[in-house]
C-alpha cells in the first residue's frame, strides 16, 4: 500500500511539474506549434507552386513549338520571351536557343540584352553557362572589336571546359578575318597544344594553319 501511495504522489508532483512548467513557457510552446505549421504549410505551398509553373512552362513550350511548326512566327516568339524571362534554368535556355535557330529575332540589341539577362538572373551548371558564353561571343564576333572579343571569351579559355577549343578556334578565325595572322596563328597551335582534343578540331586548326602560310 506504501508502494501504491508514494506513485501516486509521484505521478501527481510529475504532473504538477508539467502543468507549471506548461503554465510557464505557454506562449513559447504555443508560438512554436504555429511556427512548425505555417513553416510546413509555406513549404508544402512552394513546392506545389513551384510544380504547378514548372508544368505551365512545359506547356507554353510544346505550344510554342506548335505555332511554329503551324508557321505562326509572332505567336511563338510572344510566347518563347515570356517563357525566357520566367527565369527558369532550363526552360529559359531552351526558349532563347529555339529563337536563335529559327533567327526569330532580328534586333541584334535585343538578342544581346536577352544574352546578358539569361547569364545574370539564372544559375546555371558550369557546361551550359560557358555554352551560353560562347554563343554569345559567336553573335557579337561580327560587330565587336578586340578587346570585347578576348574579354567575352576569356572565362572559356582560361579553364578546362569542353568549350574552350571552340573559343580558341572562334578567337582563330576572328583574327583571321581582320587579316592578323600572327594572332590567328597563336590561337590555332593553342587549340593543337590542347590534350585529347577531338580530330575535327584538330584537322580545323590544321586546315586554317597550312592557309595562314600559305598567305
Known amino acids: 500500500m506504501n508502494q501504491n501511495l508514494l506513485e501516486t504522489q509521484y505521478d501527481v508532483t510529475e504532473k504538477s511539474k508539467l502543468k507549471r512548467f506548461y503554465q510557464s513557457n505557454k506562449i513559447l510552446i504555443l508560438s512554436s506549434i504555429i511556427f512548425i505549421i505555417v513553416t510546413l504549410s509555406s513549404v508544402t505551398f512552394y513546392l506545389n507552386f513551384k510544380e504547378k509553373k514548372i508544368i505551365n512552362l512545359s506547356n507554353s513550350y510544346i505550344n510554342a513549338k506548335v505555332y511554329l ?3 505562326e512566327i509572332d505567336k511563338a ?7 525566357i524571362f520566367s527565369n ?3 526552360y529559359s535556355t ?6 536563335l535557330n529559327e533567327n526569330l529575332i532580328q534586333d541584334q540589341k535585343e538578342l544581346l540584352n536577352i544574352f546578358d539577362h539569361i547569364l545574370k538572373e539564372n544559375k546555371f551548371e558550369k557546361e551550359i553557362k560557358d555554352l551560353l558564353i560562347f554563343k ?3 553573335f557579337e564576333s561580327d ?10 571569351l576569356n572565362p572559356l579559355i582560361n579553364k578546362d571546359s569542353i568549350w574552350k577549343p571552340h573559343a580558341l578556334l572562334l578567337l582563330g578565325d576572328y583574327f583571321s578575318s581582320k587579316n ?3 594572332k590567328a596563328k597563336d590561337f590555332y597551335i593553342q587549340t593543337l597544344s590542347l590534350k585529347n582534343l577531338q580530330r575535327e578540331f584538330y584537322e580545323y586548326a590544321r586546315s586554317r594553319l597550312t592557309l595562314i602560310l600559305d598567305e
Open 180 to 182: 592578323e595572322y600572327l
Open 94 to 99: 531552351l526558349a532563347f536557343f529555339i529563337i
Open 143 to 152: 560587330s565587336i572589336d578586340e578587346v570585347k572579343m578576348l574579354d567575352s
Open 77 to 83: 516568339t510572344n510566347i518563347l520571351k515570356e517563357i
Open 69 to 71: 511548326e503551324n508557321n
Open 88 to 90: 527558369n534554368e532550363t
Open 136 to 138: 554569345k561571343a559567336l
